[in-house]
């Protein structure tokens, strides 16, 4: 058994995030990846964040993962990486099981964050499991992080601002986008990114669904249809669509089930993207000394899983006895940042999702 | 097929790697995870659902779904979405759950 004060698991922008200020405050970490590289979600995204300067808004995805990744190389001696390592079990007394290079490690921790992200949900209808379906996400890293095409032909489904960009980054990279639909009777997300689509003459079909897929060994086409404002098919509207590629973007679901395994108090709340657990205003579940930050407690953004990971880092650090010298400010500078970035009609959701999951009773 | 021209990324020819899929020898470049090595080359279907055989292609690209599980010298359920290729490796598309293996 190995004996760590932290272990981190998840190395994307909140895991990262935390690292850094633990080490900071003086503490040790070991952060645990399943990919083979640092960054999560960010190592694929070529567009610019929007945001504030502080969350580096303006930069590309890309470059945040490595300014992320730089900060905690910083500390060799504090940070512990292992990448290419899988978490498959947890247990109550924080003992953690790595499966790494076909081998099982055990690690014995203080305290843990769990910074799992999230996963792109699936889409129920006919023959949905042929090859040539993606989610939106997984196109974006074969296109971005590997450099292969999809295919030739895509329709995108859903229109919030994954769909929107990842159909923008397939006509970058030479992939012709035949449309995009949305169920809802709206485009979900922001304006720019819609009307750079619209430029390029794609048509975003709004009260739309894919009905079913065809094909054999790979996906050759779509079928289509109308919506009604019960987002019922209507009948006569179908539509046959000729393509290779489907990408699927219809949200993202919290990769919460390390929690379920130690019995972690959780609730299934919508405009968070499913099962979440529940936490106090220091990001502590309800099993004492285990922490979560980033998308596992509520799908957001890169830029409040940057500042939950900073914020979480340095409150497990004192609460291990490694109090930041700066303590106070950072934790008031930190807590200021994620309310201004909740703050206004798009954080609405996510304001009282979150008054949802507030822990007020006692840790186990 | 593989991204030439971008007019964000640049994509440098890496050194190339050979591999076996399904007894023929192919080939893919340094960096590929296994099931973007096999996607370049036209192959989507990478396994099979366990009872009915239905073709399955990767769909998270993150190691989540099991959707691109085969097996990779010998050991079945390998996730190659998130497995860098090796040179000389020997990939085997998977029509069960698994065998044991050594
Ligand atoms: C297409 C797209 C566009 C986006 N655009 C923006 C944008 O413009 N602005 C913005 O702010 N945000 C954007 N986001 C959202 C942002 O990427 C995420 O909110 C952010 O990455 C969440 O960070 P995280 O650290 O919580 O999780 P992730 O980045 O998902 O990282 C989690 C990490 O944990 C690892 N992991 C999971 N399970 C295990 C396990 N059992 N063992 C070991 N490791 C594990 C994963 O491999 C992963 O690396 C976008 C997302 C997508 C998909
Ligand atoms: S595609 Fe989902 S695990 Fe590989």
Redesign the pocket.
């Given at each position: 058994m190995i004996n760590k004060d932290l272990v981190i698991?998840?190395?994307?922008?909140?895991?990262?995030?935390a690292a850094k200020l633990a080490a900071e405050s003086g503490l040790s970490s070991l952060i645990?990846?399943?990919?083979f590289k640092?960054?999560?979600?960010?190592v694929?995204?070529t567009?610019?964040?929007?945001?504030s300067e502080k969350?580096y808004a303006k930069t590309r995805?890309i470059d945040i993962a490595k300014i992320l990744v730089d900060d905690v190389l910083k500390y060799p001696e504090m940070v512990e990486v292992m990448t290419d390592?899988?978490?498959?079990g947890l247990y109550e007394d924080k003992v953690i099981t790595?499966l790494h290079n076909d081998e099982y490690i055990k690690v014995q921790s203080k305290a843990i964050i769990i910074?799992?992200?999230?996963s792109?949900k699936v889409l129920a209808f006919p023959n949905n499991d042929l090859p040539g379906i993606y989610g939106?996400?997984a196109v974006?890293t074969l296109m971005n992080v590997n450099g292969v095409l999809p295919g030739n032909d895509v329709v995108m489904v859903g229109s919030g601002?994954?769909g929107l960009?990842?159909s923008y980054q397939l006509m970058q990279a030479g992939v012709n986008v035949k449309c995009v639909i949305e169920a809802s009777s709206s485009i979900g997300g922001y304006k720019v990114h819609a009307s750079k689509l619209k430029r390029l003459g794609v048509d975003i079909l709004t009260s739309h669904s894919v009905k079913r897929a065809n094909g054999t060994e790979a996906l050759e086409s779509i079928v289509i249809s109308k919506l009604d404002e019960n987002w019922d098919y209507i009948e006569g509207t179908e539509k046959t669509i000729e393509v290779d590629s489907l990408c699927i973007?219809v949200g993202?679901s919290p990769?919460s089930?390390?929690l379920s395994m130690i019995g972690v108090d959780m609730k299934y709340v919508s405009s968070l993207g499913g099962l979440v657990p529940y936490i106090d205003s220091h990001h502590e579940t309800s099993v004492k000394d285990v922490y979560v930050?980033?998308?596992?407690c509520g799908?957001?953004?890169?830029?409040?899983?940057?500042v939950?990971?900073y914020l979480t880092g340095l409150i497990v650090a004192s609460s291990l006895g490694f109090k930041h010298e700066n303590y106070d400010e950072l934790y008031r500078d930190f807590k200021a940042q994620l309310e201004n970035l909740r703050s206004g009609p798009f954080g609405e959701k996510t304001r009282e999702g979150l008054q949802e999951i507030a822990r007020n009773h006692d840790v186990k | 097929m593989r991204i030439t021209e971008h007019p964000i990324l640049t994509f440098e020819k890496k050194a190339k790697l050979q591999f076996v899929f399904d007894g023929n020898e192919v080939y893919g470049y340094e960096g590929d995870t296994i099931a973007s090595a096999l996607h370049a080359m036209g192959v989507k279907k990478l396994s099979h659902s366990i009872h009915l055989k239905r073709p399955r292609g990767f769909y998270c690209a993150?190691?989540?779904c099991a959707s691109c599980n085969m097996i990779v010298d010998e050991k079945p359920n390998v996730r190659t979405c998130?497995t860098l290729l090796k040179e000389g490796m020997v990939v085997k598309t998977q029509l069960n759950k698994g065998d044991l293996y050594d």
């Open positions: 698991i998840g190395g994307g922008p909140a895991g990262l995030s645990v990846e399943r990919d640092l960054g999560g979600q960010l694929k995204q567009h610019m964040f929007f945001g969350q995805g390592t899988t978490v498959v790595l910074a799992t992200g999230a792109e939106a996400g974006q601002n994954i960009i990842v973007s993202l990769l089930s390390l930050a980033g998308d596992v799908v957001e953004e890169a830029s409040s899983a940057i939950e990971g | 993150i190691g989540n998130v």
